[in-house]
């Protein structure tokens, strides 16, 4: 998520280090998973995500059934005083995976009915697609209905608890993302992850290296390039992407 105001100055450039915790202790959320048949089941979660349960509580159900070379599932559930019904399919046509997924919430949030959001639409289409032996592509095309037109109102929407608790990460409405991975060496892998926000011409940039030096230790090497439109002279974002601060990363990961 991007939170415009405290970027740095677009254009500018940082490399960091860091060390990462893979895995945390700890018990998130209770889950039931009862069977309905061959490569059919039913999925039953409670969690409590924050202090109180009426507010940050989340109770759902999805059910998932196979047709051959389909999936298809749906899903209603109860989240953070929001009330959300979807569905999803999922195929294989001719070694192309492709797949689609719908979701309507009715937001029980105020934040959203100060922004016009009480009920809102979410919905996503992509494909995979293995091109070679060593090369692989993914494309997804994506709405959010939760998202703003205008870029000066995007400080306003990042605000909100939805955006900041990460279960909305993008802030414009519609989007367009494509991947390769290439598979140079059984030991080494680049891709590549470009990102658009069609509303405002934005896009990030996601190049990615890994080496695997061992069993157990890898290096990885990536950056994150911002595009697009800076500050407007009132200081308010003129795109989402063009506010990201270009940065380059390196990471040592080892198992133990």
């Known amino acids: 998520m991007i939170v415009p105001g405290r970027s740095r100055r677009p254009g500018s450039s940082s490399i ?26 039913l999925d039953l979660v409670a969690a409590g995500q924050g202090s109180s349960l009426d507010d940050d509580g989340s109770l759902a159900a999805l059910g998932r059934v196979n047709l051959g070379p ?39 949030d105020p934040a959203d009915a100060r922004l016009g959001r009480e009920r809102f639409w979410r919905a ?39 955006v900041r608790r990460g279960e909305v990460n993008s802030l414009g409405r519609y989007y367009f993302g494509a991947s390769l991975a290439w598979q ?19 896009a990030l940039l996601l190049p990615h290296a890994d080496w695997s030096l061992a069993d157990n230790l890898s290096l990885v090497l990536g950056g994150i390039v911002g595009l697009g439109p800076g500050r407007e002279a009132d200081g308010r974002p003129g795109s989402e992407y063009g506010l990201v601060p270009s940065t380059l990363y390196a990471a040592v990961r080892a198992y133990f």
């Open 16 to 41: 960091s280090f860091s060390a990462d915790r893979e895995y945390k202790p700890g018990v998130d959320a209770l889950r039931l998973t009862v069977p309905l048949g061959p490569l059919s089941e």
């Open 70 to 108: 389909a999936d298809l599932g749906a899903m209603l559930g109860r989240f953070h005083r929001d009330t959300v019904v979807g569905g999803f399919v999922t195929a294989n046509v001719r070694g192309t995976g492709l797949r689609g997924e719908v979701a309507f919430t009715d937001s029980g």
């Open 124 to 162: 996503g289409a992509g494909l995979d697609r293995q091109l070679t032996p060593t090369l692989s592509l993914t494309a997804e095309a994506s709405v959010n209905g939760h998202g703003v037109d205008d870029p000066r109102r995007y400080p306003a929407l990042a605000a909100t608890g939805r």
């Open 184 to 202: 140079v060496h059984p030991l080494v892998s680049l891709t590549g992850t470009a990102l658009v926000n069609l509303g405002d011409g934005s």
